[in-house]
């Protein structure tokens, strides 16, 4: 799998791996590798992502009485109200009504915490013998799984506590779990405390239904080709817009600020420009209109002729809740109407497919996109694209 604008490689199978394709890797340095071992090569497929994530998430929803979804790839699910006896029976069940329900195979960590259930599934992904399943409560040698567990790939552990861990003779999760919680406190934080807690069994970080909105939301891409005409700029910037806002809909909330970003790619031979503007709002909002005039406002100010811009894009910040709307005193928007409208537009979008209807700022000429090459088939998300079956016997 590759980045933005097929750069790198970001993900890999295990028969890649097993071939001498490193993480992160430009793609164009491995050409001989792809061929001589004939690897399928994908561009992202971020619509294809999205909706399969959703499915899967709602075929767990419907099999826990709590569910938190960590990522797009991972939940955490509460299975207290299953008898300790059962509980590896169930997970299997999981699995396999994932697998049935939308083709998508998953590993799972059962575990009384969520940094035990983490390292669980860990060890039933990578090791063949648990088949995809790992019940660590009722396994007969937990320390032996720790022990063979290196520290530094315990869920919360970086570079820096990784270094200190090796400097206290930390090695792996067992040693981790024996070490002194004060002395990983007064070191670590209580971050570092916890870490050995959850080690132990002991619960520090709850099933969260609720996760904190994000306080600063980002949408940005680098372009399939140089960008120079201010026309090309505003129609990306415009479209990177419109998607912040939507994630902005979603988590029912306003922001106060935005900033605009512009590039040129440091890495080519050529002029260099960056620059960025930040404006702050007069009524904080998250109505895709509102949002594109005052970016436009920003970006006619940063835009200088002459260059070759890489990637430009929006991060709005100083996010607040709906019902925090506080009205400027010389507002005559009538946000009650364009609420109505965005609303019956996304809708439609959500129907008929994503920018479906979009503001005219934002064009219909998009050579500007990322390149995507090798771009795998929406084969959920696109009608054109559905897979057809023949039951034609002949």
Known sequence: MLSNNDGCVIARSEEAKKAGIKMGIP????????????????????????????????????????????????AFLDLSGIPADKLFTAAKKIREKVFRW???????????????????????????????????????????????????????VGEKYEEFFRRSNIWSALDLKNADENRMKEHLGVMGQRLVLELRGTVCYPINQNPDTKKEICTSRSFGHPVETYQELEQATTSYVSKVAVKLRNQKSLAQSLLIFIMTNKYAKGPKYVNYKIVRLPTASNQTRELIHYALVALKQLYRKGYLYKKSGIVVSEIIPEEGQQSALWDDTNREKNKQLIKVIDHINRKAGLDKIRFAVQGADETWKMRQENLSPHYTTRWSDVLVVNMDKD
């Not at 792809?34 to 992502?49: M, W």
């Not at 799984?145 to 869920?155: A, K, M």
């Open 27 to 74: 793609v164009f340095e491995i050409g001989d590798i792809i061929k001589k071992h004939k690897v399928h090569v994908f561009s992202t497929n971020y619509a294809l992502y999205g909706d399969i994530s959703q499915r899967v998430m709602t075929t767990l929803a419907g099999l826990a009485s709590e569910i938190e979804i960590y990522s797009i790839d991972e």
């Open 102 to 156: 939308t083709g998508i195979p998953v590993s799972v960590g059962v575990a009384p915490t969520k940094t035990l259930a983490k390292v669980s599934n860990q060890i039933a992904k990578s090791d063949a013998q648990y088949s995809g399943v790992l019940d660590f409560i009722s396994h007969p040698a937990k320390d032996e799984l720790l022990s063979q567990f290196r520290v530094g790939e315990i869920w919360g």
